[in-house]
């Protein structure tokens, strides 16, 4: 059994979705392992990560819509000392995942044929992001 881990820094230029399997793709490629499980941890509390559909962008406007309806900008919030845009960041990340498992299979990552990994930046301005990714396996 091996592990391996490592930073990925993802630039955003504001809200929205940044997909980022090539780069997950290249480290597990690196790492050598047939078989294992990735972990993908996002360190913030205003963005999250998703497998979603990576063929259809109108899937992720749709996402996006529904979101803005969910944690609306505007709303009477008791933190807003970052900003009108950072209360609704936070409940974002709330309903969505700080972290992914995916597993490894024939050296692989075990995606389906029309999934990707995507950062959800819920902040309007740009921001740097790292994501902390740890596989083990064999």
Request: glycine share 10%; charged share 25%; proline share 4%.
């Amino acid at each position: 059994m091996r592990q391996m881990t490592r930073l990925l820094k993802i630039e955003t230029g504001g809200r929205g979705f940044y997909e980022f399997t090539s780069g997950l793709t290249d480290f597990v490629r690196s790492a050598r392992m047939g078989e294992g499980l990735l972990t993908v941890f996002c360190r913030h509390t205003s963005a999250s990560l998703l497998i979603q559909e990576n063929a259809d962008p109108s899937v992720l406007r749709d996402l996006e819509n529904v979101f803005a309806r969910l944690a609306p900008e505007g709303a009477d919030y008791a933190h807003d000392t970052e900003g009108p845009d950072d209360m609704p960041a936070h409940i974002r990340a709330a309903l969505t995942q700080t972290q992914l498992s995916i597993p490894i299979i024939g050296g692989a990552l075990a995606l389906g044929a029309w999934q990707g990994a995507f950062l959800f930046e819920h902040r309007r301005r740009p921001h740097r992001r790292e994501i902390a990714l740890h596989v083990i396996g064999e």
